[in-house]
């Protein structure tokens, strides 16, 4: 009786894993997708902060928009995205 309840456990365990590793393989799998749709959020809302500078900004003197055209930013050699917030996303059409 002992040997049969130690049998299921071992089939419950490698069904469980089994699983785990489908769901791991499932993941992996879409991550690129999830990734280049939360870069393209980025690429908008990055778009919408420039262009909200480029318009406050405007009547100064010598100040050019951080854009990737324009200069780096703290002159680095290494990419830094610029810090977005929740509230950013209202003012995307």
Do not use: H
């Not at 299921?8 to 490698?14: A, F, H, I, P, S």
């Not at 999830?34 to 919408?48: G, K, N, S, T």
């Amino acid at each position: 009786m002992i040997a049969f309840g130690y049998y299921k456990v071992g089939q419950t365990n490698q069904q469980n894993n089994q699983q785990k590793y489908f769901e791991r393989k499932t993941r992996y799998a879409i991550a690129p997708i999830l990734q280049a749709e939360a870069d393209r959020v980025y690429a908008m809302r990055e778009l919408v902060n420039l262009k909200k500078e480029a318009s406050i900004m405007k009547g100064v003197e010598g100040w050019n928009s951080t854009s990737k055209n324009s200069g780096k930013a703290y002159y680095s050699e290494r990419f830094m995205p610029r810090a977005i917030d929740n509230f950013d996303t209202q003012n995307i059409k």
